[in-house]
């Protein structure tokens, strides 16, 4: 944040100093992360973390400041403290103020998409993190109400804004895109994912489009040429530079040539009448159109291929995505589970990295897609009886529906199986599988199927 005064840094927040210096210089707010409070911090009350926790942080750490509501007691602490209104407010004025002292001198990229931003962001910061400081999205932090945190976070040496824009409502990517309008924009698919929560697939594509239309005039936009449902996003009203990417569909950044390797894939990048070898280590056709959407962002930066090669060469996956781990006997889980979007591409990457193995599939309920539910557990079952797997152990209600499927499309009953609990997989698979056995875990976020892999990984 650029340095101000505890005086200022009141009048910002439209709140009274109820106690401190105002003459006092701040330089770095920290709204309810407690347990990383710093005595340099100025620490902003949360309402969704119990208040005597953050009053034991305070007292330990004893920060500069405290931004506290008005009816909240400070519990005799004797640090300075900012009364207001509300402190979501004052994340939000202390956000905008910060915005404003900065924006003129920061390129903003806004990424989102219904699979494979997190990842698309991580190539990204992957490739422009040698040229630029970045200040970019943590984590799944995605939605609206996170945005003043990362706009707070901009100091004097920052030249860019890397945000992964999600949403779990309609205007949300709107509400971002008004206030950074980013200068690049991606929207990397259009599926399945919150179709229950907006409303249908139609609310998804409308809350998608926001990004298309929240690009600044001149700006660059990238769509992919392969996804269906990414056609009905409408540029009739963009004014910038609309660049596709794509495998099988024409498109201005193209791959071919896709390979798997030990380690990764490699394929060949088609773009500007120029051909690049590309290797990423990762695995998936849904990583390929990542990278792609990441090299038109990196090129739209004016970043040559070396630097674009080295960097997705380097990138790391975000975490529970695709994450291959090993376990003392041998066994090799891939920790897929942080949500269940792309569960079929995830499949598919299992099927061609077995090389031999015996590979199991754990697939939970993917929720938080309404109407459309039944119909999407039945098309994973239907994939996964023709892919081939070994055996399909099943967690949750919808997912019996995926195990069903299977078998009535072939799969015998005697490789499927269905629980209710992790104790029960944990148990099945320490019992079932071999120690050469490939393990791949995917399944929506509440069902935390990450526990499992721990105790798969801890005893197997």
């Known amino acids: 944040m650029k340095a101000t005064t505890l005086g200022t840094l009141t009048k910002i927040v439209g709140g009274k100093l109820e106690s401190g ?3 006092t210089l701040v330089t770095f707010i920290n709204h309810g992360k407690y347990k990383h409070l710093r005595p340099h911090h100025i620490y902003i009350y949360s309402k969704s973390s119990k208040w005597e926790n953050q009053i034991k942080a305070l007292r330990l750490t004893r920060p500069k400041a405290l931004i506290l509501p008005i009816g909240v007691s400070s519990f005799g602490l004797r640090i300075p403290i900012i009364r207001v209104q509300n402190t979501m407010g004052a994340v939000w004025r202390i956000g905008l103020w910060n915005w404003n002292q900065f924006k003129h001198q920061l390129r903003v990229i806004g990424i989102t998409g219904s699979a494979g931003k997190s990842t698309t962001t991580a190539m990204v910061s992957s490739i422009l993190r040698s040229h630029y400081r970045i200040v970019q999205t943590a984590g799944n932090l995605n939605t609206a109400s996170y945005l003043p945190g990362y706009l707070s976070r901009i100091e004097n040496q920052h030249n860019l ?4 824009m999600g949403m779990n409502s309609l205007n949300n990517i709107k509400r971002q895109c008004n206030i950074v309008r980013p200068h690049i924009g991606v929207v990397t698919n259009v599926g399945e994912a919150h179709a229950g929560n907006l409303g249908g697939l139609d609310y998804v594509v409308k809350a998608k489009q926001e990004m298309v239309d929240g690009v600044r005039p001149g700006g660059v936009l990238l769509l992919n040429a392969d996804d269906l449902r990414s056609r009905k996003l409408s540029v009739a009203k963009f004014n910038g530079k609309l660049l596709r990417f794509g495998i099988d569909q024409p498109a201005e950044i193209r791959a071919t040539n896709v390979t798997y390797h030990n380690s990764g894939m490699n394929f060949k990048v088609i773009a500007e009448g120029q051909q690049h070898i590309i290797f990423i280590p990762t695995f998936g056709k849904h990583n390929v159109y990542n990278a792609l959407a990441a090299i038109g962002v990196a090129r739209a930066m004016g970043i040559p291929y070396p630097s674009i090669q080295k960097g997705l060469a380097r990138f790391e996956t975000p975490k529970m995505r695709l994450q291959f781990l090993s376990t003392p006997k041998g066994r090799i ?3 897929d589970a942080w949500n269940a979007t792309a569960m079929k591409a995830g499949l598919e990457v299992l099927k061609n990295v077995s090389k ?5 599939a754990v697939l939970g309920d993917m929720l938080e897609l309404g109407k459309l539910s039944p119909i999407a557990h039945q098309s994973v079952g239907k994939y996964i009886a023709k892919l081939g797997v070994n055996q399909l152990v099943t967690i949750g209600p919808n997912a019996r529906i995926i195990a069903s499927t299977a078998i009535q499309n072939g799969m015998p009953r005697n490789r499927v199986f269905s629980y209710s609990s992790h104790e029960q997989v944990v148990t099945h698979l320490l019992r079932t599988t071999t120690p050469r056995s490939l393990i791949y875990f995917k399944a929506s ?12 990984r801890k005893f197997g």
Do not use: D
């Open 445 to 456: 976020r509440k069902l935390h199927l990450e526990k499992i892999v721990s105790q798969i």
């Open 356 to 360: 031999g193995r015996t590979t199991v």
């Open 21 to 23: 210096n105002p003459n």
């Open 333 to 335: 889980l891939i920790n």
């Open 161 to 164: 804004l890397l945000l992964e």
